[in-house]
């Protein structure tokens, strides 16, 4: 067995923050998966796909981290079903280049395209359609699991259920995906028919999209955080279907092209604090009066799910420093409170978010960490600076108390206690990894952070206590 | 539909090409020793490209099979056979290789008798349709020796001699000869290896093949800095080159 060579490295996440030194493997193929892992030469792994979760999820400080590059094979695919066998990091941008043509679309996508197959699973990622569709796992026919153990176990709904729904949102702690199966979705267009509706509170946010959400397959809505009193959470819609061929208008030469943007680049780090709540303000005042409701606008699917891809490095926009996302879940019953005092709080502490997003959530998966539940789920950008971190557990509280919880996949901040209690369903999760993986093979900074694996952080039983007090 | 034949398809930049010639349109034939590995490239291939791919087993260094291997890939692609590429090869331990003879036959029968074998095979066949194109892998480690892999830079410094002439020889029959010499490539052969600088990634480095082949450009260096690089180590007089630390 020939040693699988590693680069030493300083490894970040998208949010640039942390930043930490980790022994990185980048594996051409799949067989040397378990020679890296059997190999002894690290003290755990954990794989990293394109490196788009926002914090600590694919880092491993001090250890080993398996790079999915190169392991991005198609293996098969069945236009029938639309299902798609793949290598766990195939990315979605390759499956939409190539499928798109052919009249194929994700299932369900998340904000960017840049993100792996295997990332998406780990993350369960949920996309503008969750409230009709729910997470990837959905869509997941089965995937292939090398366990610490050196096992390739194939799970499904059906089939090793409990390590599916551990490893549907499980952050790479189960095991290591090699492959997978994805159903995609027919779709006779490249475009997406949007009605953009502008709401002038929170309130009326959330009144338009119990209203109407069900018409719709995709809807999110953009909202201000720094508009305060009566117009707080002010907000535009964008709500949309996919186009059939027939609403497209005449000059649509291939109705599944998609208009060839090209893309631009931030090209150097900006200053830290660029982006503060005078510029975002000014920015949101201006992009807020200038939305007019329109309904039934043609947008191809690039613009309409991945604003931000086009600007590569859009990163950089926050400087050295780096940023947090931070994005919260939030039950049908106790969110709307909880969203309102959110944004008071937010716009209290004069923090300016640039990317402030919520949508509705649709019921919540089995996935024993799996982010979304039924509800809302607010999204914002906050950056780096002083007082960050106790000002995000204060808002961690906040959630908290209206029964939410955090998206591990942005997060860099939370503590074991309140991760505990905002995931119900951990003690299940740490039984089947002890299971799984009973030396600790698998790890990252962020399951050390979270005690995620017993016998790390926390202990369970006093993060129960804290969520009864 | 054009097909090409790819020799040593599995290493990571051919892996690359084969995808770029794919993107265009091109059927393609793999020629590697790893079964699994061939036909997980070739599935890739297929599924994301739509293209047809066939799939030979050869190790060269197995010199008997090379005449019965080639004869099948050829006779199977027949007259849509575009050209061929070469991208087999073999790094090695340069300080192994100083005392193991073993190991500095092994880095010399790869990059250098194996291809003389295969090249000499695929050049009657392409002489003989007055058409085609063939296009190896050799190195800017060939270009002048240094104490840091001079075994290496000897075998593709033989083989970049070897394409010379074979270029002069098949020009008047219509076939091309490409001699690529690319600098540190990003792939398995460089990873996690000290001193390397300026790495190219597979995917530039395959549109620059790409390229080079459909303009046919005899020595073609890649990334294209390579070929100033060059010039200057080159012309470093000896007496002072022999002092370096390179």
Same mark, same amino acid.
């Not at chain 2, 009657?124 to 058409?131: E, N, P």
């Given at each position: 067995?020939?040693?699988?060579?590693?680069?030493?490295?300083?490894?970040?996440?998208?949010?640039?923050?942390?930043?930490?030194?980790?022994?990185?493997?980048?594996?051409?193929?799949?067989?040397?998966?378990?020679?890296?892992?059997?190999?002894?030469?690290?003290?755990?792994?954990?794989?990293?796909?394109?490196?788009?979760?926002?914090?600590?999820?694919?880092?491993?400080?001090?250890?080993?981290?398996?790079?999915?590059?190169?392991?991005?094979?198609?293996?098969?695919?069945?236009?029938?079903?639309g299902v798609l066998e793949c290598e766990a990091g195939a990315s979605l941008a390759e499956i939409i280049q190539h499928f798109l043509p052919r009249g194929y679309f994700l299932p369900v996508t998340p904000g960017t395209k840049f993100v792996t197959v295997g990332g998406a699973i780990a993350a369960d990622v949920?996309?503008?359609?969750?409230?009709?569709?729910?997470?990837?796992?959905?869509?997941?026919?089965?995937?292939?699991?090398?366990?610490?153990?050196?096992?390739?176990?194939?799970?499904?709904?059906?089939?090793?259920?409990?390590?599916?729904?551990?490893?549907?949102?499980?952050?790479?702690?189960?095991?290591?995906?090699?492959?997978?199966?994805?159903?995609?979705?027919?779709?006779?267009?490249?475009?997406?028919?949007?009605?953009?509706?502008?709401?002038?509170?929170?309130?009326?946010?959330?009144?338009?999209?119990?209203?109407?959400?069900?018409?719709?397959?995709?809807?999110?809505?953009?909202?201000?955080?720094?508009?305060?009193?009566?117009?707080?959470?002010?907000?535009?819609?964008?709500?949309?279907?996919?186009?059939?061929?027939?609403?497209?208008?005449?000059?649509?030469?291939?109705?599944?092209?998609?208009?060839?943007?090209?893309?631009?680049?931030?090209?150097?780090?900006?200053?830290?604090?660029?982006?503060?709540?005078?510029?975002?303000?000014?920015?949101?005042?201006?992009?807020?009066?200038?939305?007019?409701?329109?309904?039934?606008?043609?947008?191809?699917?690039?613009?309409?799910?991945?604003?931000?891809?086009?600007?590569?490095?859009?990163?950089?926009?926050?400087?050295?420093?780096?940023?947090?996302?931070?994005?919260?879940?939030?039950?049908?019953?106790?969110?709307?409170?909880?969203?309102?005092?959110?944004?008071?709080?937010?716009?209290?502490?004069?923090?300016?978010?640039?990317?402030?997003?919520?949508?509705?959530?649709?019921?919540?998966?089995?996935?024993?960490?799996?982010?979304?539940?039924?509800?809302?789920?607010?999204?914002?950008?906050?950056?780096?600076?002083?007082?960050?971190?106790?000002?995000?557990?204060?808002?961690?509280?906040?959630?908290?108390?209206?029964?939410?919880?955090?998206?591990?996949?942005?997060?860099?901040?939370?503590?074991?206690?309140?991760?505990?209690?905002?995931?119900?369903?951990?003690?299940?999760?740490?039984?089947?990894?002890?299971?799984?993986?009973?030396?600790?093979?698998?790890?990252?900074?962020?399951?050390?952070?979270?005690?995620?694996?017993?016998?790390?952080?926390?202990?369970?039983?006093?993060?129960?206590?804290?969520?009864?007090? | 539909?054009?097909?090409?034949?790819?020799?040593?398809?599995?290493?990571?930049?051919?892996?690359?090409?084969?995808?770029?010639?794919?993107?265009?349109?091109?059927?393609? #034939? *793999?020629?590697?020793?790893?079964?699994?590995?061939? $036909? =997980? /490239? %070739?599935?890739? @291939?297929?599924?994301?490209?739509?293209?047809?791919?066939?799939?030979?087993?050869?190790?060269?260094?197995?010199?008997?099979?090379?005449?019965? #291997? *080639?004869?099948?890939?050829?006779?199977?692609?027949? $007259? =849509? /056979? %575009?050209?061929? @590429?070469?991208?087999?090869?073999?790094?090695?331990?340069?300080?192994?290789?100083?005392?193991?003879?073993?190991?500095?036959?092994?880095?010399?029968?790869?990059?250098?008798?194996?291809?003389?074998?295969?090249?000499?095979?695929?050049?009657?066949?392409?002489?003989?349709?007055?058409?085609?194109?063939?296009?190896?892998?050799?190195?800017?480690?060939?270009?002048?020796?240094?104490?840091?892999?001079?075994?290496?830079?000897?075998?593709?410094?033989?083989?970049?001699?070897?394409?010379?002439?074979?270029?002069?020889?098949?020009?008047?029959?219509?076939?091309?000869?490409?001699?690529?010499?690319?600098?540190?490539?990003?792939?398995?052969?460089?990873?996690?290896?000290?001193?390397?600088?300026?790495?190219?990634?597979?995917?530039?480095?395959?549109?620059?093949?790409?390229?080079?082949?459909?303009?046919?450009?005899?020595?073609?260096?890649?990334?294209?800095?390579?070929?100033?690089?060059?010039?200057?180590?080159?012309?470093?007089?000896?007496?002072?080159?022999?002092?370096?630390?390179?």
């Open positions: 067995m020939t040693v699988e060579p590693f680069v030493t490295q300083d490894l970040a996440g998208w949010g640039r923050f942390p930043v930490e030194r980790c022994h990185l493997f980048r594996p051409e193929r799949r067989d040397a998966v378990p020679a890296i892992l059997a190999s002894g030469g690290q003290p755990s792994y954990v794989a990293r796909g394109l490196g788009r979760s926002y914090g600590d999820a694919a880092l491993n400080a001090g250890a080993g981290v398996i790079g999915y590059e190169r392991l991005n094979r198609f293996i098969a695919f069945d236009p029938e079903s949920h996309g503008k359609n969750h409230h009709r569709d729910g997470t990837i796992a959905r869509f997941v026919q089965e995937f292939t699991l090398l366990t610490p153990g050196g096992e390739v176990l194939t799970c499904s709904p059906d089939r090793n259920e409990d390590v599916f729904w551990a490893t549907a949102g499980g952050m790479g702690l189960t095991g290591v995906i090699l492959t997978a199966k994805v159903r995609l979705r027919p779709v006779e267009t490249a475009y997406v028919l949007v009605d953009y509706q502008k709401a002038r509170n929170l309130e009326e946010a959330l009144g338009l999209f119990a209203e109407s959400d069900e018409q719709y397959q995709y809807s999110v809505a953009w909202i201000d955080c720094l508009a305060r009193g009566a117009a707080m959470g002010r907000a535009v819609l964008m709500r949309g279907n996919h186009a059939p061929a027939a609403a497209l208008p005449r000059g649509v030469r291939d109705p599944l092209a998609l208009p060839g943007k090209g893309w631009r680049a931030v090209p150097v780090e900006l200053p830290s604090g660029l982006l503060n709540r005078f510029t975002v303000g000014a920015f949101n005042a201006v992009y807020y009066g200038r939305h007019r409701d329109v309904r039934g606008e043609v947008v191809d699917l690039e613009t309409f799910f991945y604003p931000l891809d086009s600007v590569h490095h859009w990163n950089r926009m926050y400087g050295r420093r780096g940023f947090v996302q931070y994005q919260v879940a939030l039950p049908p019953a106790a969110g709307p409170r909880g969203l309102a005092e959110l944004l008071r709080r937010l716009a209290g502490s004069r923090r300016a978010s640039f990317l402030a997003v919520l949508k509705r959530f649709g019921p919540a998966n089995p996935g024993l960490l799996s982010f979304p539940m039924e509800g809302y789920t607010l999204a914002l950008d906050l950056p780096v600076g002083p007082g960050l971190v106790p000002f995000l557990h204060e808002l961690d509280r906040v959630v908290l108390e209206h029964g939410g919880r955090v998206y591990l996949a942005k997060d860099a901040v939370l503590t074991p206690e309140t991760f505990a209690a905002m995931y119900p369903n951990l003690e299940r999760f740490r039984e089947i990894k002890r299971r799984l993986d009973p030396q600790g093979l698998l790890s990252s900074s962020m399951a050390r952070r979270l005690g995620m694996v017993a016998g790390e952080g926390v202990p369970s039983g006093a993060a129960g206590a804290r969520r009864e007090a | 539909m054009s097909s090409v034949l790819i020799l040593g398809a599995t290493s990571g930049m051919a892996r690359a090409v084969a995808a770029e010639f794919a993107a265009h349109g091109y059927d393609l #034939v *793999l020629v590697g020793r790893n079964r699994q590995e061939l $036909d =997980a /490239l %070739a599935a890739d @291939l297929a599924v994301r490209y739509q293209v047809r791919t066939d799939v030979h087993l050869l190790d060269v260094l197995n010199f008997d099979d090379h005449e019965r #291997v *080639l004869g099948a890939c050829l006779t199977a692609a027949g $007259d =849509a /056979l %575009a050209g061929a @590429l070469l991208f087999f090869g073999y790094l090695g331990d340069q300080a192994l290789a100083e005392r193991d003879f073993g190991e500095a036959r092994r880095i010399i029968d790869t990059n250098f008798t194996a291809c003389v074998s295969v090249l000499n095979i695929l050049a009657g066949h392409f002489q003989a349709r007055r058409s085609g194109f063939i296009c190896a892998v050799s190195s800017v480690a060939g270009d002048r020796g240094r104490q840091s892999n001079y075994i290496y830079g000897a075998a593709k410094g033989g083989l970049s001699i070897y394409l010379q002439g074979l270029r002069n020889r098949l020009h008047r029959s219509n076939v091309r000869v490409i001699t690529v010499k690319p600098g540190f490539v990003d792939t398995p052969m460089t990873y996690g290896r000290q001193g390397m600088f300026l790495v190219a990634s597979p995917k530039a480095v395959a549109r620059g093949i790409y390229r080079a082949v459909e303009k046919g450009t005899d020595v073609a260096y890649l990334p294209w800095f390579w070929r100033p690089i060059m010039f200057v180590i080159r012309s470093v007089p000896e007496p002072v080159f022999k002092r370096l630390r390179l």
